[in-house]
């Protein structure tokens, strides 16, 4: 299913350690337009280590990272961004006190280099193609509110028309449905998998709730104790016994020897909520 020969992300050898903590150890894995790939595991597993190496948060110990064909690897997350690289996180990041439609005209402003526009109020810059964004995600009647009045799962939508604005070939979302509420999230991921089919934009997300990966993933990869240890199909992975049970509630991550802080310490390092 994945096109090894020209993938969009491909990502080989990727480590990194913290404390002699193993935190992601030698994870190699591609990914191809317009696919959605979800990476799943337990706390502390090691998943947004692995994030924020992908996009120049954090430097790898080794391993490389390219996006069609050029390496990742050694630039800042702002070169990475430049090139392509979307990402939305588990706290939404938004600016409170803007309206919805300046948050997004922020970004794209950003994206299309008028950086002095940033200095005074957005206008007129990039209007139009802000309200497109929102009118795309289900946010266009609400252009004119403030961020920080907004119900969660509407700043979620909001931040996935902001990630838009930089028009991703790669968009990585961190728990894009954290906090909202069950339908929310199936309204959310519905509407994320018809933009990234739509635009050809491919996915790496991590998520908790396992009705939606299974619903609209299109591969899926499990990492623990920041190790690869299955990547298939949904269903496969679903009926995998040792995903069953180290992830999907048959047992548990750690051996007796073992605490769950070891691991969530080095997700901590990393600068990242634990994943």
């Not at 992300?9 to 990194?16: D, E, F, I």
């Not at 997350?77 to 300046?102: D, H, K, N």
């Not at 968009?171 to 999230?185: F, S």
Request: aromatic share 6%.
């Amino acid at each position: 299913m994945t096109n090894v020969s020209n993938p969009v992300l491909a990502v080989r050898g990727l480590s990194k350690s913290f404390g002699g903590v193993h935190a992601v150890a030698d994870v190699n894995f591609f990914l191809d337009a317009g696919e959605l790939l979800a990476l799943i595991g337990p706390n502390g597993a090691g998943k947004t280590t692995c994030f924020n190496m992908l996009n120049g948060q954090l430097p790898p110990d080794a391993g490389s990272v390219k996006l069609q064909g050029r390496e990742l690897v050694g630039m800042t997350p702002r070169q990475v961004w430049r090139l392509g690289v979307g990402r939305t996180f588990q706290i939404t990041a938004t600016f409170a006190s803007m309206t919805v439609r300046e948050n997004v005209q922020m970004a794209l402003i950003s994206h299309h280099k008028r950086i002095r526009a940033l200095w005074r109020r957005t206008g007129d810059h990039y209007a139009d193609e802000a309200l497109a964004l929102l009118d795309r995600v289900g946010m266009a009647e609400q252009a004119e509110r403030a961020c920080g009045v907004l119900a969660y799962g509407d700043l979620k939508r909001v931040e996935l028309a902001v990630a838009l604005a930089n028009e991703p070939q790669l968009l990585l979302m961190d728990e894009p449905t954290a906090g909202m509420a069950p339908q929310e999230r199936i309204d959310l991921m519905a509407l994320t998998a018809g933009i990234v089919r739509e635009r050809s934009i491919s996915v790496l997300f991590t998520e908790h709730d396992m009705d939606v990966v299974f619903a609209h993933s299109d591969r899926v990869m499990v990492l623990n104790r920041g190790e690869l240890v299955a990547e298939g199909s949904p269903a496969a992975v679903r009926a995998d016994p040792l995903v069953q049970e180290i992830y999907l509630g048959a047992g548990s991550t750690f051996g007796s020897d073992e605490q769950p802080a070891a691991t969530t310490t080095a997700d901590a390092a990393a600068g990242g909520t634990h994943a």
